[in-house]
C-alpha cells in the first residue's frame, strides 16, 4: 500500500492571512510525523503565497522523514532546490491567478526545456518528480524527459460524479501501469479525501499519495495528529471492494 506525503500549504495559508509567526508549518510537521506521515510536502510558490523560502529552509533541517518540494520549473526555483538539496522535488504547473494548481504539466509540449531542468536538479542528487495527468502522452513525455518519478494528477478522479467515478480510476490505474512498465516510478495526489482515498490507495505500483487540503480540514476538529493517523489507516488498510462500479476495460 503507498506512503503518505501530508501536503502542509494550507497551515502556512492561515499564517500569511495574518502575516504573523502562527501556526507554524515548520512545528506542524512534527505533529504529522508523529501521527504517520511519511513525507512532507510543501509547495513553494513564485508568489509566495502560502510557503516562505524559511519553511523550506527549516524542514529540511528538522523533519525526520523525506521532504518532497513542490515547485515551477523557473530559474529561481532550480537554484532555490540546488541549495536546499529536499529529498525529491516535483514540478508542477503554476498560474498566477490559480486556488489551486490547476491541471498537469504540457511535459510533451515543453520536452526540452523540462528534460533540461530535471537533469539540472538531479546533478545535485535529487530525484524529479513530474506532475502529469494520466495520459499515455504525457507519461511518454515523462519518460523522455528524464524524471524519476511521476505523480498523477488526480483531481479529474477526485470531482468526478460518483457515476463517472469508475473511469477516472481506470485512467489512474491504466496510468499507473503504464508508467511502471516505462520505468517510471508512480506517486498521486490532488484532491483525495477521506471518501475518496481508498479505491486510489489499492491501485498496484502507486508508492505515495500527497494530501493536504483534506488532512488540514480534519485536523480542525480531530487535531492533526489524529487526521494524520486517520488518513494512514485509510491507506494501509482500505476496503478492498468496489466502492462504484466496475470499471471499464480500456480508459486512456
Ligand atoms: N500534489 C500536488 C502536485 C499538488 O499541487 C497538491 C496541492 O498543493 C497536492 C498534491 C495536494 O492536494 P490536496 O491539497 O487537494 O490534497
Not at 495559508?13 to 504573523?20: E, H, W
Not at 537554484?79 to 490559480?98: F, S
Not at 494530501?211 to 494524520?228: F, S
Amino acid at each position: 500500500m503507498p506512503s503518505l506525503g501530508v501536503n502542509l500549504d494550507h497551515i502556512a495559508n492561515v499564517r500569511q492571512a495574518r502575516l504573523t509567526k502562527e501556526p507554524d508549518p515548520v512545528q506542524i510537521a512534527l505533529l504529522a510525523e508523529i501521527g504517520g506521515a511519511d513525507g512532507i510536502t510543501v509547495h513553494l510558490r513564485e508568489d509566495r503565497r502560502h510557503i516562505q523560502d524559511r519553511d523550506v529552509e527549516l524542514l529540511k533541517e528538522t523533519i525526520q522523514t523525506r521532504l518532497n518540494l513542490e515547485m515551477a520549473a523557473t530559474e529561481e526555483m532550480i537554484e532555490m532546490a540546488l541549495q536546499i538539496v529536499p529529498d525529491m522535488v516535483t514540478l508542477v504547473p503554476e498560474k498566477r491567478n490559480e486556488i489551486t494548481t490547476e491541471g498537469g504539466l504540457d511535459v510533451q509540449a515543453n520536452l526540452q526545456f523540462l528534460s533540461e531542468s530535471t537533469s539540472r536538479i538531479q546533478s545535485a542528487g535529487i530525484p524529479v518528480s513530474l506532475f502529469v495527468d494520466p495520459t499515455h502522452n504525457q507519461l511518454e513525455a515523462a519518460a523522455k524527459a528524464g524524471a524519476n518519478w511521476v505523480e498523477l494528477h488526480t483531481g479529474d478522479y477526485a470531482t468526478a460524479s460518483w457515476t463517472d467515478k469508475p473511469l477516472k480510476l481506470a485512467k489512474l490505474k491504466e496510468a499507473t501501469a503504464m508508467a511502471r512498465s516505462i520505468d517510471l516510478r508512480v506517486n498521486a495526489g490532488h484532491g483525495l479525501t477521506y471518501q475518496n482515498v481508498e479505491p486510489v490507495a489499492c491501485i498496484k505500483g502507486i508508492e505515495e499519495l500527497n494530501i493536504g487540503h483534506t488532512i488540514i480540514a480534519r485536523a480542525l476538529t480531530v487535531g492533526l495528529k489524529e487526521a494524520v493517523q486517520e488518513m494512514k489507516q485509510l491507506i494501509r488498510t482500505p476496503r478492498e471492494e468496489p466502492l462504484f462500479g466496475d470499471p471499464p476495460k480500456s480508459a486512456i
